[in-house]
């Protein structure tokens, strides 16, 4: 019964900390959660704290440390448990892991969301189209093969001659 | 040029993010922390490949030296995932999706440069041509190495030499380049990076990456 108790009672903390998390933005895409970018992987609290599991996204991503001290206070905020970060590398995280509201919610931003990844080794320069996030055309081209940040690339609609950014399939 | 700015910006800012992991690793092994191995070593305790530590030169230059390293990289990194060694396979199998899309963009502009005007080709073969001596050391293996490789911890390099080759080789032809000819660093005892023998150039890169926290040894940022 007793561990019982203790076990409900770090579930609704470990929900309290989800919660808390899905409202930390990513610093360089203010519009998408982390959570649904699929960079935090687990959250187990205990008694005296709660270990947060994080992947970055990319290894050089200069926005991890920023992301770390937001999920350090939120998570701290809503469960009163001092907090500690672990880094998962494996699996390596994917762009497969943004959940669909975080690419509508990009699209919805101008940025086009990621493509399937592609798994194999290649360098054969075959890609799918890119939806212009503008006005919804396939007639889009690159410009560039890295954007504002790691995680984009640069491309322009034929059709409505925008610019826009694309969340590269990773 | 600003999007190749930022390319370079970009690839650059993966590498150091990799290094970092893999220095983290070897400070939990070797106990001297992350910034004691950028800072505090002196160019021979660093065992890195010469390619790496030639000059920028020109925009032909950067770029054949970042394809003949993304081109070996991404094999090496592509074994060292399934190495024995869950950390090493852990860094290596997050490092190769990022260098797939550097390998793709350098050689891009391998073939856009070598095959485009008459001076981007000559720079482009010029580049080729100065820097393969350099990609010899990538496929020679040491003894201690060798144990390694047996362990099934690291990568066996000289494995890599012929699927190197064999996309340099197509890279080259499809950007109308002549594929040099061999000279001594591509010997089986061709010596340099990897036993800490460098270039004049590395003592430069390294001056500056180091003089801040060699200058001001307690500055925290």
């Known amino acids: 019964m007793a561990h019982d108790d203790r076990s409900a009672a770090a579930d609704a903390l470990a929900a309290a900390a989800w919660t808390a998390l899905g409202e930390v933005l990513d610093p360089e895409i203010p519009v998408v959660s982390i959570v649904e970018l699929g960079i935090v992987r687990d959250v187990a609290c205990g008694r005296d704290e709660c270990v947060v599991t994080l992947t970055p996204t990319y290894s050089g991503c200069p926005a991890t440390r920023v992301i770390e001290a937001e999920v350090r206070a939120a998570v701290s905020n809503a469960t009163d448990r001092a907090v500690r970060i672990e880094t998962a590398l494996a699996p390596a995280w994917s762009t497969d892991w943004i959940a669909p509201e975080g690419r509508r919610k990009l699209a919805a931003a101008g940025i086009a969301p990621p493509g399937e990844a592609r798994t194999a080794a290649s360098t054969v320069a075959l890609r799918e189209a890119i939806r212009c996030p503008h006005c919804g055309s396939l007639a889009t081209e690159e410009l560039a093969r890295f954007g504002s940040t790691a995680c984009k690339a640069q491309y322009r609609c034929r059709d409505c001659r925008e610019p826009f950014d694309y969340f590269k399939a990773h | ?221």
Do not use: C
């Not at chain 2, 993010?17 to 092994?29: D, T």
């Not at chain 2, 820097?131 to 040491?142: I, K, N, P, Q």
């Open chain 2, 1 to 221: 040029m600003l999007e190749e700015d930022i390319a370079s910006a970009n690839v650059g800012l993966d590498l150091l993010g990799q290094a970092r992991l893999w220095f983290a690793y070897a400070s939990e092994i070797d106990g001297r922390s992350e910034d004691r191995f950028a800072y505090f070593r002196e160019s021979h305790e660093f065992y890195n490949l010469l390619l790496v530590e030639q000059p920028n030169g020109n925009y032909a230059d950067t770029l054949a030296r970042q394809y003949l390293f993304d081109q070996w990289h991404v094999l090496l990194l592509a074994e060292l995932a399934t190495s024995r060694d869950t950390r090493i396979a852990g860094i290596a199998a997050k490092a190769q999706t990022e260098v797939r899309y550097h390998v793709e963009r350098s050689s891009r502009w391998v073939v856009r440069l070598g095959d485009g005007t008459d001076v981007s080709h000559a720079r482009m073969q010029a580049a080729i041509d100065a820097l393969w001596t350099y990609t010899g050391e990538m496929f020679v293996v040491d003894a201690g190495e060798r144990a390694l490789i047996e362990a099934g911890v690291a990568a066996d390099g000289e494995s890599l030499r012929a699927p190197w080759l064999v996309a340099v080789r197509q890279v080259l032809a499809e950007a109308t380049l002549v594929e040099p000819a061999d000279s001594w660093m591509q010997a089986a005892n061709g010596r340099g990076g990897r036993q800490g023998v460098h270039t004049e150039h590395l003592s430069r890169l390294l001056a500056e990456m180091q003089v801040l926290p060699r200058t001001h040894p307690d500055a925290r940022w």
